[in-house]
């Protein structure tokens, strides 16, 4: 057991010094609380259920499609009569994981390993010992900071010729702290120059230099449904946004966000700001001055697409650049 505990230091130590920094939905710490059932055996007696209650926390690192984590979990089950005697006893059991799964942005299915200390109580209150934790589970990110996990783990511990083994099917509620992950970025389209104004035929002609106001709109960037995560197909995308502003050193950019329609209206005004703000760090990141930039979510209120297709939905899913600068024109003034 020691020397499956070292190599797996060693592989998430090693992961940790050469993996990817990108962000996703499940970065960070996090906090949980679980329940559900729990189906105990002791050698020699028949196997029950009863409830099983659990707090769980740990802190989980993005490794670029897929992520590594630790948590320390701590688990209480209920008791309950074994037969062919009567038998009434429950367990505890507490212990520290190694985790890996596959992040499938607003989906993380997993797998961990860990070491645990897995007691009985009640009758078995004799029984006692460390094994292997074992676990395979599923998390679903419903919200920015919230999601939901179904799990199967299994515990086990020996004294003497009696052997007490658990296995827990739980539904977990889990907290993440911390901001959520980042947006994707959109395409940049540049709006022809405006037309010379033509002048009637003049008396008398001069010429004169013009300002005017010359919009540019930058549109086309899709997200993955309640994901604020940015696709790195975008990077080159935003890039072209950040030379055409140090092309145009006065132009001033604004930044808005949309979603589709699913899920309330606070909370997607909410993930249309952070889709704003995180294109907007971005292109700070690389250059431009924050000062340049201002950010607005709109929600779902401005729909380009039909929110009843999957397509459409992706189309709503954006976010939207506008530029105003100042061109010089040299037209005709007739005197």
């Not at 960070?28 to 050698?43: E, L, R």
């Amino acid at each position: 057991m020691k020397k499956i505990l070292s190599v797996l230091s060693l592989s998430l130590l090693a992961a940790l010094a050469t993996g990817s920094a990108a962000a996703g939905e499940f970065d960070g710490g996090w906090f949980g609380a679980k329940v559900g059932s729990n189906q105990s055996s002791v050698t020699n007696y028949d196997s029950k259920r009863a409830t099983t209650y659990g707090i769980e926390a740990g802190y989980n690192w993005n490794m670029g499609g897929y992520l590594l984590g630790v948590d320390g979990f701590a688990d209480s089950s209920n008791k309950a009569g074994h037969t062919p005697a009567p038998y009434n006893y429950g367990s505890s059991a507490y212990g520290l994981d190694v985790k890996l799964g596959i992040d499938g942005g607003s989906w993380l299915p997993y797998a961990k390993v860990g070491y645990a200390r897995t007691d009985g109580t009640g009758d078995a209150g004799a029984i006692g010992g460390s094994d292997v934790h074992l676990g395979l589970g599923v998390e679903y990110k419903f919200a920015p900071n919230w999601s939901l996990a179904g799990e199967y783990a299994n515990s086990s511990a020996k004294t003497g010729g009696l052997k007490l083994n658990n296995n827990n099917l739980t539904l977990g509620l889990n907290y993440y702290f911390g901001k959520p992950a980042a947006p994707a970025a959109p395409v940049v389209a540049e709006a022809p120059k405006p037309a010379p104004v033509a002048a009637p035929a003049p008396v008398k002609e001069t010429w004169k230099t013009l300002l005017e106001d010359k919009p540019v709109q930058i549109e086309g960037a899709n997200f993955d449904t309640n994901s604020a995560q940015l696709r790195k197909t975008a990077y080159p995308k935003l890039d072209d946004v950040v030379g055409f502003a140090a092309k145009y050193s006065d132009a001033k950019l604004v930044v808005g966000g949309h979603t589709d329609n699913r899920g309330s209206k606070a909370y997607n005004q909410k993930l249309s700001e952070r889709r704003a703000a995180a294109v907007k760090a971005y292109l700070v990141k690389k250059g431009v001055a924050a000062e340049r930039i201002s950010t607005q979510g709109y929600g779902f209120d401005q729909p380009v697409a039909d929110n009843k297709t999957a397509e459409g939905r992706a189309k709503n899913r954006r976010v939207e650049i506008r530029s105003t600068m100042k061109v010089e024109t040299r037209v005709r003034v007739v005197e």
